[in-house]
């Protein structure tokens, strides 16, 4: 018989299986993403019943077997049921479950990427936080620990540290005001390059601590739509349904000019 293990999670997605099971996507902190079955927990009388659900968070027990999981107890310490009583911060909170899937695998170390992943539903439950900073700081946050962000603290071409005053989207990365003069690239404020430099270099528990003007946003948004596009070769189903319900979440080019 396969060892008990205690694993500490959240719950990625939930599939139905049969008349009474479920399919879970677990985020761990042990065994990066995993696959596992509850059994019975559609049942209304089941232990997992509550726990089976995407946003779930805390420790599950399960045994491994040949190509997932058996989880047969789980106590969870965090449900995020704030989520549910906005709509937007509860659509913006599945598709950084559905963005977290794309980016992780089982056997990896996805501390870090859990980690962010916690913090970010904090910060959707906080009113006092944008919504919409907080997705794209997530974003970023995310392809950083990846190992894929732009190149925000020195000129992407020269490698001058001083004066970075535009953005290339073709060397993703800023320049400085000499190197911009003689590309193609769009001028970007100081406290622009301020915001990408602290979300890429700032640890995940400080991430969501600062505000940032409209003009701000505006910039730091299209820089991180056009670097994700470039890096990310998927669309994502929630993605698309919050744009389609939520105006704001739609960037469009000319929009945010």
């Known amino acids: 018989m396969s060892e008990r293990l205690e694993l500490t999670g959240m719950v990625l997605s939930a599939v139905p299986m049969g008349e009474y099971d479920k399919r879970l996507v677990i985020l761990t902190k042990e065994r990066g993403k995993i696959s596992g079955f509850a059994k019975g927990a559609r049942r209304q009388n089941s232990p997992l019943l509550a726990a089976a659900k995407p946003f779930s968070f805390g420790v599950f027990e399960c045994y491994e077997g040949r190509s997932s999981y058996n989880i047969y107890q789980a106590q969870i ?25 794309y980016y992780t695998r089982e056997n990896n170390d996805e ?69 911009a003069a003689a590309a193609p690239c769009e001028p970007v404020l100081q406290s622009t390059v301020f915001t990408m430099q602290y979300v890429v270099s700032a640890p995940v528990e400080k991430l969501f601590a600062f505000a940032v003007s409209d003009e701000v946003l505006r910039e730091f948004i299209r820089i ?15 993605l ?15 929009l945010w000019r």
């Not at 989520?83 to 977290?100: K, N, T, W």
């Not at 919409?132 to 020269?158: D, H, Q, T, W």
């Not at 939520?246 to 960037?251: G, N, S, T, V």
């Open 240 to 254: 698309e349904t919050l744009q389609e319900i939520l105006p704001a979440f739609a960037w469009k080019p000319g």
């Open 111 to 179: 501390r870090e990427m859990l980690k962010l992943l916690y913090a970010a539903l904090r910060a959707l439950e906080n009113p006092r936080l944008d919504n919409l900073l907080v997705r794209y700081v997530f974003e970023l946050k995310a392809m950083v620990i990846n190992g894929e962000y732009p190149e925000v603290f020195c000129c992407a071409s020269c490698g001058s540290k001083e004066d970075l005053a535009a953005y290339s989207h073709e060397k993703n990365g800023m320049l400085c005001a000499d190197c």
């Open 224 to 238: 991180q739509e056009r670097f994700r596009k470039t890096c990310v070769d998927r669309k994502f189903r929630t």
């Open 77 to 101: 310490s965090n449900y995020f049921e704030r989520l549910s009583l906005d709509l937007e911060a509860a659509y913006c909170g599945m598709y950084f479950l559905e963005f977290a899937d």
